[in-house]
């Protein structure tokens, strides 16, 4: 199913239609304030297990992240984090930013990393974050198979210390696939619609992958550059 939706004001009616595709187990690709991603409820494993596969990677492997409403799901999916975190958090999200950080029990164990961590987002997308919402805890967040990242400074498309799967090649290589595949709606719901259960029209989608910053040292460490700029200055 291809569901369009309002960027700014997205229709409650369909943002309830997908939210129950996830809560049954389905898979969904929506739109960010970076690039269009896959999805599911993190509570559904075989539907972890399925965008796993749709990737063509292990769960255990995969180093997945997830979208959450707000700051109030900090308490609930990581550990306690220090009041200068919190508030280096608090200046840069919602944002274009992936934060590693401690998990907490509560976050499924096919979603943490062999360093009991978790990457965590909250996106400036409306559209994301009316899921959110409305299903009532976080929503997986990976990338598209095959995505070719455009490339935006240096570093590597990295995540929780180690290659993203299915991330692009390095910066400066040749994109392999026309960037219409994984930004226009309307391609990916002609390339996915075998394998997702509905795919979400918000419109054209980036090409510039979230920053991902590493928060569970003594400092945070950038990972990888993406779209977020990233200004922190070690003292």
């Not at 609930?76 to 919190?86: C, D, F, G």
């Amino acid at each position: 199913m291809l569901l369009h939706l309002h960027p700014d004001n997205p229709q409650a009616r369909n943002i309830r239609t997908i939210t129950e595709c996830l809560q049954d187990g389905g898979v969904v690709i929506y739109p960010t304030d970076t690039i269009y991603g896959l999805g599911c409820d993190i509570f559904q494993h075989k539907a972890v297990e399925r965008i796993s596969q749709i990737k063509q990677v292990d769960p255990a492997k995969a180093q997945l992240s997830f979208i959450c409403y707000d700051l109030s799901d900090l308490s609930t999916y990581t550990k306690s984090i220090s009041t200068p975190l919190y508030r280096m958090l608090k200046t840069y999200l919602p944002g274009p930013y992936t934060f590693i950080l401690p998990a907490s029990k509560e976050v499924p164990r096919i979603l943490k990393s062999k360093k009991d961590t978790i990457g965590l987002r909250i996106p400036d997308n409306n559209i994301a974050r009316s899921l959110v919402k409305e299903l009532g805890h976080p929503i997986l967040s990976a990338s598209l198979p095959g995505v070719f990242f455009a490339a935006h400074g240096p570093g590597q498309n990295v995540a929780h210390g180690r290659k993203m799967a299915n991330d692009g090649p390095s910066a400066g290589a040749p994109v392999a696939l026309p960037v219409e595949e994984y930004t226009d709606p309307e391609r990916i719901y002609e390339n996915f619609r075998n394998r997702v259960d509905i795919v979400v029209n918000g419109g054209i989608g980036g090409i510039i992958p979230s920053t991902v910053i590493d928060c569970t040292g003594e400092e945070p460490v950038v990972l990888r550059k993406g779209l977020g700029e990233w200004e922190m200055e070690t003292p």
